[in-house]
């Protein structure tokens, strides 16, 4: 029959075995834990953050498409430069024939 000492060495197998099972199965618990939160973070990312920048993205390029680009900006700004200087040019010779126009009309009356 078993005496003391046997049934506490028994008892501390059954102990062991048990705490290792109960570790195993919480250790398994908290990764399918884990796993299913990272699988709703993904679904989150997925639906919510992916989206806004998707359309974040089409903001942006809605905008640059609408702005002229640089290349057009700079040939536009040479242009009115040029125009600029050629209405000054033009306003100074209007202003010359103005004068000589009114010197004639002086010299004739």
């Known amino acids: 029959m078993l ?7 028994i008892t501390q197998i059954v102990d062991e075995r048990v705490t290792k099972i109960v570790d195993e199965k919480i250790r398994e618990s908290e ?6 939160a990272a699988r709703n973070m ?5 639906n919510t953050v992916m989206k806004q920048l998707q359309l974040l993205a089409e903001g942006q390029q ?16 040479e242009e009115i ?8 040019m033009h ?8 004068k000589q126009i009114n010197e004639l ?5």
């Open 91 to 98: 306003s100074e010779q209007l202003e010359d024939h103005q």
């Open 42 to 46: 993904q679904v989150i990312l997925e």
């Open 81 to 88: 430069v040029f125009l600029k200087s050629s209405i000054r």
């Open 62 to 77: 809605t905008i640059l498409e609408t702005l002229a680009p640089k290349t057009k900006t700079d040939e536009l700004e």
């Open 31 to 36: 990764q399918r834990t884990l796993e299913q």
């Open 3 to 9: 005496d003391e000492k046997d049934i506490q060495t």
């Open 105 to 109: 009309q002086r010299k004739r009356a």
